[in-house]
């Protein structure tokens, strides 16, 4: 393997797994792997990198859990490159909310600035596809009577507004934190006394965000988001 795959030090302190660790990350980093790449099998990978099959292994069941690679059984499949960076981002939000790392408070508030972000930025962009699909899903949103549905519905309804303001990075946080919140909040309306009246009210808090949107009024869009974000979170968390 040339040496510039690994970074100084890397090999002496890390051995074969931050050596084959190195590999994927100057790859990527260089543009030499991309999306949909697939990987050489980990007896070549191994030989080329001068180390074990097991330290390939491990680098790549880490970069599998931060959703950076993908592999798939059977005859032509393998391993490749298929970054998403919300399912990775959401999977550690998830785990440090349930290790107490993070609190459902602190995502709540750091939701409420994403979004009002989010928000204002589609008010401003107006992306026709993803404006068309939260109609849709709103459309469903007042159809539906259980709990389940309603929040998957909910999810998709503010990630579409994500990506109505056109940034990819936006969308990917407010997929990674609505992932993270997903188990309380289910959790939440399952428990909520008088749920026909909160969805009501869920119901009608999203039509004036997206009428909003709609609108162009990129304050106003900011401004109902963050008033619906707190409203469901007092509503639900009694707090």
């Known amino acids: ?15 074969g797994f931050d ?25 070549d990978l191994a030989a080329q990198l001068g180390v074990s099959r097991g330290a390939v292994r491990e680098a790549i069941r880490m970069l599998q859990a931060l959703g950076i690679l ?11 490159v298929e970054s998403s960076p919300s399912n990775a981002i959401g999977r550690i939000l998830r ?3 349930a290790l ?13 600035a994403l979004e009002r972000a989010t928000s204002a930025a589609a008010a401003r962009q107006r992306r026709p596809e993803p404006l068309v699909r939260a109609q849709k899903v709103l459309d469903r949103m007042s159809n539906a009577s259980d709990q389940d549905t309603f929040n998957e519905l909910d999810t ?18 407010t997929v990674a934190i609505r992932e993270a919140v997903h188990s309380p909040i289910k959790s939440a309306e399952l428990a909520v006394a008088d749920w026909p009246g909160t969805r009501r009210q869920l ?19 900011a401004r109902l988001t963050e008033k619906h974000i707190r409203s469901a979170y007092a509503t639900l968390l009694h707090e």
């Open 100 to 112: 107490s790392l993070v609190s459902f408070s602190d995502l709540t508030e750091t939701r409420v």
């Open 156 to 173: 998709d309804f503010h990630i579409a507004l994500a990506e109505a303001g056109g940034n990819g990075l936006m969308s990917d946080l």
């Open 203 to 221: 119901v009608d808090d999203h039509v004036a965000m997206l009428q909003a949107v709609k609108a162009g009024d990129a304050e106003q869009a």
């Open 19 to 43: 050596v084959a660790l190195d590999y994927f990350e100057e790859g990527i980093s260089s543009g030499r792997l991309t999306n949909g790449d697939k990987l050489p099998s980990e007896r």
């Open 70 to 80: 993908v592999s798939e059984t059977g005859r032509g499949n393998g391993t490749r």
């Open 95 to 97: 785990l440090q909310l």
């Open 1 to 15: 393997m040339p040496d510039s795959f690994v970074r100084p030090g890397r090999r002496s302190h890390g051995g």
